[in-house]
């Protein structure tokens, strides 16, 4: 069985490196992805941010104002999905990454509709599973986020031999539909995301 | 388009269809709807013949005293639906029959005809079949055209001529002629850098429709990319769409945007205005977000395209994945001829607009 496998040794991040809302107290992780090193070089313009990026705090609830997902969310969503050949998470075989999710707001005022960029790094340029772990991410999404979101996923530039392939793959809606049809693959796929949540 | 000056005209919505069957609604068939407007009803259900989602729907076109409906299937199947219409008071007088196909239904007879639909991402279909109907529910097989290279999204026949235009995941169009008793491909349009989810022909107004009598030992063509429409859309573009009345091109897509263009005479042109020839156009839509409209014999520095009204989040947040124009019934109409548009979005939803100003 081992044998079979496209990476028998895949590299293993400890589940206390991966990043969390928790981790904030140690080093300070920016939602760009950036690696906050030229931080201090930066100027605080801390009057850009806070009064209107504050919510008008809990008592909103019942209206129908946006709430608020940052990527950090996504990747808590995503994170946890197992890989289809380990017994291991995205998150951990760092196939997911926060620096690689990417949120988009709507394109004009009057569009209501977002869109995350999710780009996946399989674990080796060759990986056969790269496209049913996308799709697994993209279902994932798909099925946790509000509609007003549109979800691209993507194979990291470089990391995959075929990676424009399977972006188009993962892009086509007509596609993605037939495979959830796929007694087969949703198999598959209801294992990997029976490890969220 | 010049600036980001507001288009001119409204889109308007009149109505909003209950089809009462699950969320995605794909498509529409583009013929014109038994009813308009606030009296639309809906007719009947038909259920029961496919196995898994039904991707696309057709009418038969110019019959009379019947009904007949094509659609294609994620099950690799195609079905060929009637309803005759029983004159003698028999309401509800309803008869479905389902032709059982492995293919595509459709042929020269009955001018509308599908791709074989895709089953699994590993195993995918890439023809096109042709079927010629011999006599009542007797289908057979004419051609299978093979030379797509990804699955086929779309397929259209010319209004007037044998003339079949497929569009691809290959991001290619392909026309394809019958030749001595053999169908195969005449042209290859290949100025999209997307999958091309649509593809139309511009209707044919009057028996113009004999360009090629006289034909070459070869039957390539040569289509050339007459304009591209401006860019309105922000993600792929799943339909677009000409009225057969006035000319106007009607699209949407994955941003959930509606958008009407209208093609006019530039201005510093208007006076060889009669000069201009129209033969045929043909529509194309892609993932990259643009139009691409092509003709093979009309003067094209003529005339411009432009955006002449818009519609964000048609169906709220959802993607829209159909619009067509069908000819408005209800009692609100403004002019016997007056046209609303028509759209299917993933909420599941069927909405009707009317084009105001």
Known sequence: MEANKDNANPTILNQSDLPSRRSDSGVKKRDDGGTGLFDSLVPAYTYLTDPFDQPASSSDTDDDSVEEIDEQEIYDLISTISDPEHPLSLGSLAVVNLPDIHIQPPSSPRSPISTVLVEITPTITHCSLATVIGLGVRVRLEQSLPPRFRVDVRIKQGTHSTDEAVNKQLGDKERVAAALENGTLMGVLKKMLSTCE | ?357
């Open chain 2, 1 to 357: 388009m010049s600036t980001n000056a507001p288009p001119p005209r409204d889109l308007t919505p009149l109505a909003t269809l209950d089809p009462q069957h699950k969320p995605h609604v794909d498509d529409l068939p583009t013929s014109t709807p038994p009813h308009g407007g606030d009296r639309l009803l809906r007719q009947n259900l038909v259920s029961g013949g496919h196995k898994r989602s039904i991707r696309s729907v057709a009418w038969k076109p110019g019959t009379r005293g019947e009904s007949v409906l094509a659609t294609g299937s994620f099950d690799a199947s195609a079905g060929i639906w009637r309803k005759y219409e029983r004159n003698a008071g028999a309401e509800g007088g309803v008869v479905l029959d389902e032709g059982d196909f492995t293919g595509g239904g459709g042929g020269e007879g009955m001018r509308g005809m599908q791709s074989q639909m895709t089953t699994t991402p590993s195993a995918r279909d890439k023809s096109v079949w042709i079927w010629e109907e011999l006599e009542d529910d007797n289908f057979e097989t004419v051609a299978v055209l093979q030379e797509h290279e990804g699955d086929v999204k779309c397929v259209a026949w010319h209004p007037s001529e044998e003339l079949l235009a497929s569009a691809s995941y290959d991001d290619t169009v392909r026309l394809w002629r019958e030749d001595l008793d053999d169908w195969g491909q005449c042209a290859l349009l290949s100025g999209h850098r997307g999958t091309v989810w649509w593809v139309e022909f511009e209707g044919v107004e009057g028996p113009n429709g004999v360009p090629s009598i006289l034909r070459t030992s070869s039957i390539e063509e040569d289509w050339v990319e007459e304009t591209r429409l401006p860019k309105a859309h922000g993600r792929a573009i799943y339909t677009a769409t000409w009225s057969k009345k006035t000319g106007l091109i009607a699209s949407t897509g994955s941003d959930g945007k509606i958008v009407i263009y209208q093609e006019r005479w530039k201005s510093d042109a208007s006076a060889s205005a009669s000069a201009a020839s129209e033969v045929n156009g043909d529509a194309m839509d892609t993932s990259d977000g643009t139009l691409l409209a092509e003709g093979n014999q009309k003067d094209s520095s003529l005339t411009e395209w432009v955006i002449i009204a818009e519609i964000e989040g048609a169906h709220g947040v959802f993607e829209v994945n159909h619009v067509c124009w069908a000819r408005r019934c209800d009692k609100g109409k403004r002019s016997s001829e007056e046209e609303v548009i028509v759209s299917t979005g993933d909420d599941g939803e069927v909405k009707v607009w009317t084009l105001d100003g």
